[in-house]
């Protein structure tokens, strides 16, 4: 086991926002995790892990010992008569394992091409796009417990799923009745999805009706609908790779029927959906819009031109020419009180901050 010392963390963090973790380990396997926890200094040692770096804004060094998942490991388990039962280790890239699926015959993953991360953190966001869900297609994981070195597995019951939510995302809390928080208390070593046997296109969104009609297609493959989400999400978002951002800031808040009722009357063009159980799901990116702050900009910190939902680092970061955490929260901040002002919602960040 190797503890590498004062580690930059720019390229760990597809904000790129320049930090250094006093202490990093990479952890390749289970085995990895109990040598940290056999060791008497680390063991007792606050912890942070860190997956793709890609859901995250860092206001500062890391002072916890980070754990780097580098887990890696793509299989077949096992078919079921409904089922292809796929595993991965943590540490994959999610979009190389949606790739991998297609390639290997098991579509049913397709809808969520090109989410940027890790497949350990997939379930801890609950991570979704264009109508799918990690749940929708989930089966199980196996996380190790980070006090007592326990491996153990959870079903989907078990994560408490909900919107870009989980039971990973909770801390533990007897007195409020929330006892089976897990954050900071587990790393999630495997990751297992049931994908049906019976494949059938999710559609529905405007974004793939409109590439239905260009294409003159009614009936896409898996593969036309992968390609189709790529090319949807890369003219939308920014590559991480070329402008910093951890994808989509705000989660897209939910209303009753009145309250949607109530921001229409005043503003008839608002995008919302309405969802099954009968609340609304509003736009946060056309909130954000509404209220002035596309291409807008705080610091090296700014709103994208093309997407007012991604905040974006303007800075090349070289000498210390790049966004701040400071700056990237102070922008965040602001455009939630512009929305709450204007339309009474109260936005709320996807990234962790740190």
Not at 61 to 82: C, F, H, N, W, Y
Request: hydrophobic share 45%; charged share 20%; proline share 5%.
């Amino acid at each position: 086991m190797l503890v590498e010392k004062n580690v930059p963390l720019q390229a760990f963090n597809t904000f790129h926002i320049v930090a250094k973790a006093h202490s990093l380990i990479r952890i390749r396997s289970e085995e990895d995790v109990r040598a940290v926890l056999a060791d008497p200094d680390l063991a007792v040692s606050p912890k942070f892990v860190l997956g793709g770096g890609s859901n995250i804004v860092l206001t500062g060094d890391v002072k916890p010992v980070v754990l780097k998942v580098e887990i890696a490991g793509k299989r077949l388990l096992q078919g079921t008569p409904r089922h292809y039962i796929v595993e991965a280790g943590a540490g994959e890239g999610w979009h190389d394992l949606v790739a991998w699926t297609l390639e290997q015959g098991y579509p049913g993953l397709e809808n969520m091409a090109l989410i940027p991360g890790t497949v350990g953190a997939a379930p801890v966001q609950n991570i979704g796009a264009y109508g799918l869900e990690l749940q929708d297609r989930f089966d199980s994981l196996d996380a190790i417990d980070l006090q007592t070195g326990q491996v153990f597995t959870l079903n989907a019951a078990q994560c408490a799923f909900g919107y870009r939510d989980s039971i990973f995302k909770h801390s533990s809390n007897a007195e409020l009745l929330q006892a089976l928080g897990l954050k900071d208390r587990v790393l999630i070593l495997r990751v297992r999805f049931a994908i049906p046997k019976a494949w059938k296109p999710v559609l529905g969104y405007a974004d793939l009706e409109k590439k239905m009609a260009e294409q003159h297609c009614d009936q896409p493959t898996a593969r036309q609908i992968f390609d189709w989400i790529c090319d949807i999400r890369r003219a939308k978002l920014p590559d991480p790779a070329v402008i910093g951002n951890a994808g989509s800031f705000f989660k897209n808040p939910t209303v009753t029927p009145e309250q949607c009722a109530d921001i229409i009357a005043r503003d008839p063009k608002v995008v919302h959906y309405l969802l099954a159980d009968g609340s609304v799901k509003l736009a946060a990116g056309w909130l954000i819009d509404s209220c002035g702050w596309r291409g807008k900009t705080v610091g090296h910190a700014g709103v994208y031109e093309k997407q007012a939902l991604v905040l974006v680092n303007r800075g090349t970061g070289n000498d210390g020419d790049g966004a701040t955490g400071g700056e990237v929260m102070t922008l965040a901040k602001a455009i939630q009180t512009s929305v709450y002002e204007r339309f009474g919602i109260q936005l709320e960040p996807e990234p962790v901050v740190i």
